[in-house]
């Protein structure tokens, strides 16, 4: 990542107190830029936070959030492969194509519940956490809300994906599949979890929004749409 020009002063100073940190930061910075407090650092960093988690989302909980973006669109589960290639070769892409499109739904709807997560975790940083992120790589604040959320978006994301999932259709789509293949003569029953794949797919794919989303604050100064981001982002 581009490193902040004042990093290695706080390589140097690692024992140092936070105050002390500040002030040696501070007096490197002087004649180049203005001071960071630590409520700077702080208010600031929780506001990429809040813009890119809103922003990822958002783009994730649209129509077609999932389906049509390339990177976060969810496939057959790879772990039956060979089913969605058996029901090809027997003429059932309809079927199959249905399924898949029904499984991309249900995470396009569950994802309208991770924002309030998210600010929870935003809310909950600490000044340990904000000097992390800063120093860190480009996706470090999306790093600090992977840990710091997962378990709670997994709890959250799961009973909404096997609703949204009932809703699309998809369960249904997949326990004709899952009856087809398996009654096909010589072939290994299946029988996979449907919710967990689709919960794990989907969370990958709004990490990979909201990392973007990090990225461009950190670098691209057109990104940085407040006083606030500018102030703090235009100093690494």
């Known amino acids: 990542m581009k490193k902040l020009f004042y990093l290695p002063f ?7 107190s936070t105050t002390e940190i500040l002030q040696a ?16 650092v702080i208010a600031g960093l929780k506001e990429a936070l809040v813009k890119g988690t809103s922003s990822g989302t958002q783009s994730a909980s649209k129509l077609d959030g999932y389906f049509k973006n390339p990177r976060l ?30 499984l991309n739904r249900g995470a396009e709807k569950a994802a309208t519940e991770a924002k309030p997560i998210f600010v929870d975790a935003v809310t909950s ?30 709890a959250a ?17 997949f326990t004709k599949i899952i009856t087809t293949y398996n009654k096909i003569p010589l072939i290994e029953k299946v029988n996979p979890n449907l919710e967990d794949y689709v919960t794990d797919k989907a969370l990958i794919g709004l990490f990979l929004l909201i990392e973007d989303e990090e ?16 102030k703090v982002f235009s100093q690494q």
């Open 125 to 154: 940083m600490t000044v340990k956490d904000a000097w992390g992120i800063l120093r860190g790589a480009d996706n470090a604040a999306t790093d600090y809300l992977r840990r710091t959320t997962s378990t709670s978006l997994q």
């Open 73 to 102: 669109k969810i496939p057959f589960p790879p772990k039956i492969q060979k089913v969605e290639s058996k029901l090809r070769a027997l003429g059932m892409n309809k079927l199959v194509d249905n399924f898949i499109v029904s």
């Open 157 to 173: 994301f799961k009973p909404v994906i096997k609703t949204s999932l009932d809703a699309v259709d998809a369960t249904k789509h």
């Open 25 to 40: 930061v501070n007096d490197a910075m002087e004649d180049t830029a203005p001071a960071l407090s630590e409520s700077d």
């Open 215 to 230: 990225r461009k604050i950190r670098t691209d100064p057109v990104a940085r749409t407040t006083e606030l981001l500018k």
């Open 10 to 16: 706080l390589f140097i100073l690692g024992p140092c």
